[in-house]
């Protein structure tokens, strides 16, 4: 800060608002009148002004600001110089504490305003017109640790994101920007009235959702993948649309028997646990599916020919038809012994996908998904890197088809989508940390930021419709 | 098959600001089948609120009711937003009621539900059931205590940098102080403080111009602040208060002012507090205002008369064009951020005699909502022109 006269007084650009306020109050500048427009002051030194004279005090809105994960979110900026570039920013910390950004580039129409859900971004995480990019395009901030993924493990709050609307085209790391207006988003998983529950009884360790009202609902059993862990937030959003839902955990969990990086659990763990939705007395028996991710595909399968329950529907989404790790009781048999098909990439990354190839899996491990006797989703990500999602989907569809059963086969597949198609607009990993111990292993998943975002839209979104038929009718 | 799939009733959005509309829908009903749609609200006080509909789904077995005809229960026709505005005590509460959120970080709970048939539906349980959250404040916003050169009352700020329009907001008498017009202000991008200058015990009884100057110039120095896009906006007392600092305060200037229930008429005594000698003796002068105003009035105001002292002042002349007014026939004094219910008369304690009474307040609840939710509308628009959007530009440096 220097003085060029008693009324006029500069300051350095990066000089905070509240520095200039703490200077004022301790009446080492008193004869100073603070002009509203505070970033203009900033970069008053030695840059000469775009726009016009006009003071402006841009507005940035986004509509539902408190949103479920699945929603479209509307965010629009007024009151902004005509034809002027701007950059629109979101970030988040992770349950982590990791930092996760997402920009794109915008210029302004002749009114002064921005509007994502139909204007183009020109650069930055994405680009063209893409009313959820903020959120599919968020990726670890610069200087972040390798192979992180944003999974949320407490349903019951929302992720904050902040989202700001900055001068010019520029980007989050670059340092001194101009923040012209912010606002924060809340996205929930779960709506106001769903209950959670934990379950551990019978053996089965798990987290049911119900929807609010006092039902029955139909209902959902959540498989997840070999990475193990329980994930709830799948189960969380079906509630939220009204399908009790149980997500269980068959491996890596304190509370299930045995080593972390085994599975331990067999058939009967999963009957156990259809069994207890279908005794619920808040869920119509006869109306319960199953979805499966990866490794759960397998069991799915094991489910629906092998338990003697009959669920409603089945929906499986990049996994294989059997896998070479399960014995006859659906238990693991050996861990690690399909090494030998495991692929690794110049950075060490490992691509599991050989190990699900049909022509590599024993074949007592494929299940007979010619005795399904009910309708059966299949949804492939093309670049799924993981399992080879597509030779079995192919498999399925065949064997359905000598078996008369074409009807019952529903396929979705998406180019350039990898192997985690989950909730939409959330960001894909292309690989991330699979499990740290004995050592540290990254996975690669495939999938190319925004195919897999348009997968995971499409997909979810068919999902629910395929559950409102063969659930509610 | 077993039993049909119970009906699915869902509240879209299920989390909103309170000005917002929702959409209840009801589906997988029989076709034909008469249900009541009812809304339950627990307040902070722990009495219970509700409102009911009747309607027919129709030959899908769908009720929607954003578009559906309500047939009877407290609101009649198509009223998307009825559930809300329609609400009363249940039968059996005290009497006297008004609902006020003081708290306003929590959100409102609002618990709707759908039953057979339509005489007799509170016997029967719901078929389906779910929650709303009606907030008043958006996620960001800052809720700060101002006690400050002996003024005090709570701000409420924008999230982001700034620097932001602001409204000084003041309430009438008989409520205490009431943050959730400014908590749902600083939602919609403006810094907005909830002035309070009639319950707290520091203030002596000689409430001065003085007190609200000082609270106009804490708002415009406030670094999150333009200091010429400051407005006023009162109600009842308190828009009495904000004519008289925008007509005779020769240190502040504000940029608009919003007037609600405006009296421009001293009533002998009764809710003035005996030290507004200053502004009683003063006689309202319309060409003193040199800033747009809105004046909004309910024609069937029982509580002062509201209507009858501004056509006094439109006749006085000279700054109609800055002048704005929104009458709303049948529509009482306590004009409200939207689909909030309607009371013709609450309990009430008078300041100087701590009488407590009933009091006469007015409107009938359809037309009173109506210019509730239409009021708001106008009052955002005339605030955001005047704040946000000025067509008067000023050089920068």
């Known amino acids: 800060m220097f003085l060029l006269s008693r009324k006029t007084i500069m300051f350095r650009a990066h000089m905070s608002v509240t520095r200039i306020w703490q200077l004022i109050e301790k009446r080492m500048m008193s004869?100073?009148?603070?002009h509203g427009k505070l970033p203009g002051l900033q970069r008053a030194v030695g840059e000469v002004r775009r726009k016009s004279s006009f003071r402006q005090s841009p507005l940035l809105t986004a509509t539902p600001v408190r949103a479920l994960i699945d929603e479209q979110i509307s965010i629009k900026g007024r009151f902004l110089s005509q034809n002027y570039p701007v950059t629109v920013c979101a970030q988040m910390h992770s349950e982590e504490g990791d930092l996760w950004e997402a920009f794109a580039h915008y210029t302004t129409n002749a009114s002064g305003s921005i509007n994502l859900t139909s204007d183009h971004s020109v650069g930055g995480s994405y680009v063209g017109c893409e009313p959820m990019g903020l959120f599919w395009a968020l990726e670890p901030a610069l200087g972040s640790r390798e192979g992180l993924s944003l999974r949320k493990r407490n349903v019951e709050?929302?992720?904050?994101?902040?989202?700001?609307?900055?001068?010019?085209?520029?980007?989050?790391?670059?340092?001194?920007?101009?923040?012209?207006?912010?606002?924060?988003?809340?996205?929930?998983?779960?709506?106001?009235?769903?209950?959670?529950?934990?379950?551990?009884?019978?053996?089965i360790v798990g987290t049911l959702f119900l929807p609010p009202g006092p039902g029955p609902f139909p209902a959902m059993l959540d498989l997840w993948g070999e990475g193990g862990g329980l994930f709830e937030y799948r189960s969380a959003l079906f509630a939220s649309r009204g399908f009790a839902s149980l997500s269980v955990a068959y491996m890596g969990h304190k509370d299930l028997p045995g080593p972390p990086h085994i599975m331990s659990v067999g058939d009967s763990y999963f009957k156990s646990a259809f069994q207890l939705l279908q005794d619920h007395c808040q869920v119509d028996a006869d109306r319960i599916g199953v979805i499966g991710l990866s490794f759960g595909v397998v069991l799915t399968f094991r489910i629906a020919t092998r338990s003697g329950f009959k669920p409603s529907c089945l929906i499986c989404i990049n996994g294989a038809v059997g896998s070479p790790l399960l014995d006859e009781d659906g238990k693991i048999k050996m861990s690690e012994s399909d090494q030998k098909y495991w692929e690794l990439d110049d950075r060490g990354y490992v691509s599991f996908k050989n190990v699900?190839?049909?022509?590599?899996?024993?074949?007592?491990?494929?299940?007979?998904?010619?005795?399904?006797?009910?309708?059966?989703?299949?949804?492939?990500?093309?670049?799924?890197?993981?399992?080879?999602?597509?030779?079995?989907?192919?498999?399925?569809?065949?064997?359905?088809?000598?078996?008369?059963?074409?009807?019952?086969?529903?396929?979705?597949?998406?180019?350039?989508?990898?192997?985690?198609?989950e909730p939409p607009y959330t960001p894909c990993a292309r690989a991330s940390l699979w499990r740290a111990k004995p050592e540290k292993l990254f996975a690669l998943w495939g999938g190319h930021p925004a195919p897999h975002a348009a997968a995971q839209e499409d997909a979810w979104k068919r999902i629910l419709e395929f559950m409102e038929t063969h659930l509610r009718r | 098959m077993t039993q049909a799939v119970p009906p699915i009733l869902s509240v879209t959005p299920s989390r909103a600001l309170?000005?917002?509309?929702?959409?209840?829908?009801?589906?997988?009903?029989?076709?034909?089948?008469?249900?009541?749609?009812?809304?339950?609200?627990?307040?902070?006080?722990?009495?219970?609120?509700?409102?009911?509909?009747?309607?027919?789904?129709?030959?899908?077995?769908?009720?929607?009711?954003?578009?559906?005809?309500?047939?009877?229960?407290?609101?009649?026709?198509?009223?998307?937003?009825?559930?809300?505005?329609?609400?009363?005590?249940?039968?059996?509460?005290?009497?006297?009621?008004?609902?006020?959120?003081?708290?306003?970080?929590?959100?409102?709970?609002?618990?709707?539900?759908?039953?057979?048939?339509?005489?007799?539906?509170?016997?029967?349980?719901?078929?389906?059931?779910?929650?709303?959250?009606?907030?008043?404040?958006?996620?960001?916003v800052k809720r700060i205590d101002i006690n400050k050169q002996g003024v005090q009352g709570t701000l409420f700020i924008p999230p982001g940098p700034g620097p932001f329009p602001a409204l000084l907001d003041m309430w009438g008498g008989g409520a205490g102080l009431l943050e959730y017009r400014s908590a749902l202000l600083a939602s919609r991008g403006y810094?907005?403080?909830?002035?309070?200058?009639?319950?707290?015990?520091?203030?002596?009884?000689?409430?001065?111009?003085?007190?609200?100057?000082?609270?106009?110039?804490?708002?415009?120095?406030?670094?999150?602040?333009?200091?010429?896009?400051?407005?006023?906006?009162?109600?009842?007392?308190?828009?009495?208060?904000?004519?008289?600092?925008?007509?005779?305060?020769?240190?502040?200037?504000?940029?608009?002012?919003?007037?609600?229930?405006?009296?421009?008429?001293?009533?002998?005594?009764?809710?003035?507090?005996?030290?507004?000698?200053?502004?009683?003796?003063r006689t309202n002068d319309l060409s003193k205002i040199n800033c747009p105003m809105l004046l909004v009035n309910g024609c069937d105001d029982q509580n002062w008369p509201t209507v009858e002292t501004v056509a006094r002042l439109l006749r006085e002349g000279g700054k109609e064009h800055l002048l704005s007014r929104l009458a709303y026939p049948g529509a009482g004094h306590l004009i409200e951020p939207p689909f909030s219910p309607h009371f013709r008369a609450?309990?009430?304690i008078i300041l100087n005699s701590k009488e407590k009474v009933i009091l006469l307040w007015g409107g009938h609840t359809k037309p009173h909502s109506d210019a509730q939710e239409d009021s708001w509308r106008k009052i955002l628009s005339f605030l955001q022109l005047h704040l946000y959007h000025s067509p008067s530009v000023k050089a920068n440096l």
């Not at chain 1, 007979?368 to 989907?393: F, Q």
């Not at chain 1, 065949?398 to 180019?415: D, I």
């Not at chain 2, 899908?60 to 505005?85: A, I, Q």
Request: aromatic residues 8%; proline residues 7%.
């Open chain 2, 18 to 140: 309170v000005d917002e509309k929702f959409q209840v829908l009801v589906e997988n009903l029989p076709p034909g089948c008469p249900v009541t749609l009812r809304s339950l609200h627990r307040s902070e006080d722990e009495d219970d609120w509700e409102a009911y509909g009747h309607y027919v789904s129709d030959h899908r077995g769908v009720v929607s009711v954003s578009e559906d005809l309500s047939f009877g229960g407290m609101y009649t026709g198509k009223e998307p937003m009825g559930l809300l505005w329609s609400m009363r005590p249940v039968p059996g509460s005290r009497k006297g009621l008004r609902l006020r959120k003081i708290n306003v970080c929590t959100p409102m709970l609002v618990n709707i539900s759908v039953h057979s048939g339509h005489e007799g539906f509170r016997d029967r349980t719901p078929l389906a059931s779910a929650l709303a959250e009606r907030w008043y404040m958006a996620p960001g």
């Open chain 2, 346 to 348: 609450t309990k009430f």
């Open chain 2, 191 to 281: 810094v907005s403080f909830s002035l309070d200058y009639l319950r707290s015990e520091h203030l002596s009884a000689d409430v001065e111009f003085k007190y609200f100057e000082t609270a106009f110039n804490i708002i415009r120095n406030h670094p999150q602040v333009i200091p010429d896009r400051v407005g006023i906006l009162g109600s009842s007392l308190g828009s009495m208060v904000a004519f008289n600092l925008t007509a005779y305060s020769t240190i502040i200037k504000p940029r608009c002012i919003v007037c609600i229930s405006s009296n421009h008429y001293h009533p002998p005594g009764t809710t003035l507090k005996a030290g507004f000698k200053i502004l009683s003796n």
């Open chain 1, 157 to 203: 709050t929302p992720y904050m994101v902040n989202i700001s609307l900055l001068e010019g085209h520029t980007s989050p790391s670059e340092g001194q920007r101009t923040e012209l207006a912010a606002v924060t988003t809340e996205r929930w998983y779960m709506v106001p009235g769903v209950r959670r529950i934990e379950i551990r009884q019978n053996n």
């Open chain 1, 356 to 421: 699900s190839l049909p022509d590599n899996l024993p074949p007592e491990s494929k299940q007979k998904v010619e005795n399904i006797t009910c309708p059966l989703m299949c949804i492939v990500g093309e670049d799924d890197l993981c399992a080879a999602s597509t030779e079995n989907a192919d498999l399925i569809e065949e064997a359905l088809r000598s078996a008369g059963k074409s009807h019952q086969f529903t396929r979705l597949s998406y180019p350039g989508a990898g192997h985690l198609i």
């Open chain 1, 31 to 34: 004869c100073i009148s603070v």
